[in-house]
């Protein structure tokens, strides 16, 4: 079991309530098709805006179309404030 615990910290990934709906709104319906998901350093995208850094998910067969950042909280209930008790434990 100890081993077990190891092995999930060192490939588990975390996510929040809210990224799980992202992921779910983000496949509209459709679970055929698979997704990416990676956590990305911030950077510039293909149009020169600030990407921020962060879990990201994308279509594994479209990766051109782009990548939507998994926000781990609720902007329209918390505010940009970002604070977020649960995301403080980690």
Known sequence: ???LGLRAKEKAMRLTGYQVKQINDFMGG???GDVTIENLPERAG???EAMPA???IWCSDYPEEGAVLLD???RDTIGDSGDYPA???A
Do not use: F
């Open 30 to 32: 459709d679970y055929e």
């Open 87 to 89: 995301l403080k434990q």
């Open 46 to 48: 293909s149009g020169g």
């Open 1 to 3: 079991m100890e081993m």
């Open 54 to 56: 962060g879990l990201h």
């Open 72 to 74: 781990p909280v609720d």
